[in-house]
């Protein structure tokens, strides 16, 4: 009998080891030997410091800056655990809002949003969130309805902005796979980067 579930035991042990431990560390290995940036988080710094993630957004508030998409993201109100507040890009509440494309309270921001361009012609990532809440790239069409405000806001021409947004603009991988985008941190530092008369 022992004979019998000797090959059991270590056929269990082998791939225990081999999928538990030999596969998934060799994955890990490879993948910070291969790909250290993105493995590492595809953390942007300056001056030393980290100053965010190319793969995940940041909640871009001031007219000096071009802004990310809307975020649904909604987290514990620190004055009440009860309540629930907004808590835009925060990476640790990943999701969207669920809300049906009818409801009213989803209707109503969109509509607003869309007003506050003064456009007809509104990209569907200006007003709309990402599956994530935490998308880092807008569409080139989102970006050139910012142009005006951030050139205002920074006493840049339009035309200096729109060569800022030309060059941070990537097309899609490998020629076909998903879309032309502007990663927001990577043009917002760009920006701030030409107001010091730096060029990295």
């Known amino acids: 009998m022992l004979a019998q579930f000797r090959p059991v035991v270590v056929m269990i042990t082998l791939f225990t080891v081999l999928t538990g431990f030999v596969f ?3 994955f890990v290995a490879f993948g910070k030997l291969a790909f250290p940036f993105q493995a590492g988080g595809s953390l942007i710094q300056r001056d030393g410091k980290i100053v965010g993630s190319a793969i995940i957004g940041q909640n871009f508030i001031s007219s000096k800056y071009f802004h990310g998409r809307p975020s649904a993201l909604m987290g514990t109100d620190p004055k009440d655990s009860s309540k629930q507040v907004a808590t835009p890009y925060d990476a640790s509440e990943s999701g969207a809002s669920n809300l049906a494309p009818a409801a009213k309270s989803l209707v109503d921001r969109v509509t607003g949003d869309v007003a506050k361009t003064g ?6 990532d200006m007003v709309t969130t990402s599956a994530s809440g935490l998308d ?3 569409s080139p069409e989102n970006a050139a309805l910012q142009v005006a405000r951030v050139a205002k806001a920074r006493g840049m021409t339009v035309d200096a902005v729109n060569t800022l947004v030309s ?8 020629g076909f796979f998903g879309s032309a985008h502007v990663n927001v941190l990577a043009l917002n530092l760009a920006l701030d980067n030409q107001a010091n008369g730096t060029t990295r």
């Open 24 to 26: 998934p560390l060799g």
């Open 119 to 124: 456009s007809i012609n509104v990209p569907a």
């Open 136 to 138: 880092p790239d807008i």
């Open 167 to 174: 060059a941070q603009t990537e097309g899609p991988a490998l």
